[in-house]
């Protein structure tokens, strides 16, 4: 394959040559070499520092995991590609199966990322608030990760609720209807040229 050939890296872009592709897929839709792919990447030192649980994760475990996420509606656990080279993975966790409340999410990117991963996570956020019932969503993030914290803020409208010594813990304001939120993701797919192929 050619790496220069953009329409080799995407399907369907002969068709769409103006557009940039964007796939989200459920994990229960990958492969296992695709889960291998993740694991590796959530192994990599420079991931699991920013992470709650920051030992490795074994392949038993990993697999397990995966495999359990068909029967926990609660889970949502996503895989992003950009012109099919993998962009990020984007966890949610609901408190239960009405997703009324998110109570946990772990995000990591892909290095180097293909894109803009706070664009494609924001797509993927605004797309869950289109689906689901969500009333609250609330995050934790270590401290020194400013990065994240940054771009939790400023760019995803995060707000601050408390912190300890070890994390600071941020809530979504979710002051929108569901249609607004569709709305708003439609705006940004078509300002930036995304096409989004989407597996729930």
């Known amino acids: 394959m050619n790496p220069n050939d953009p329409a080799a890296l995407a399907p369907n872009l002969a068709a769409r040559p103006h557009e940039h592709i964007l796939r989200v897929r459920n994990f229960t ?18 991931v699991r520092h920013w992470m ?16 359990a996420l068909a029967h926990r509606p609660e889970v949502l656990a996503l895989f992003a590609e950009y012109y ?13 199966c009405s997703w009324h409340h998110i109570v946990d999410s772990g ?10 991963t706070a664009v494609a996570i924001k797509l993927i956020l605004l797309k869950v608030l289109s689906t689901y019932p ?10 020194d990760n400013e990065m994240a914290l940054f771009v939790n803020q400023y760019y995803f409208g995060f707000v601050v609720t408390g912190q300890d010594d070890a994390y600071t813990y941020l809530k979504a304001p979710l002051d929108k209807t569901p249609a607004d939120y569709e709305a708003q993701m439609q705006a940004i797919l078509a300002r930036n ?4 192929e989407l597996q729930f």
């Open 84 to 96: 099919g080279h993998p962009c990020c993975v984007d966890p949610y966790r609901a408190a239960d």
């Open 107 to 116: 995000s990591y990117a892909f290095a180097p990322a293909p894109c803009s």
């Open 134 to 143: 969500v009333q609250s969503y609330q995050v934790k993030i270590k401290n």
């Open 193 to 196: 040229r995304i096409h989004l």
């Open 52 to 67: 709650v649980h920051t030992e490795p994760i074994t392949v038993e475990e990993h697999l397990s995991y995966c495999a």
């Open 29 to 46: 839709h990958l492969t296992q070499a695709e889960l291998l792919l993740i694991l590796e990447r959530r192994n990599n030192p420079d």
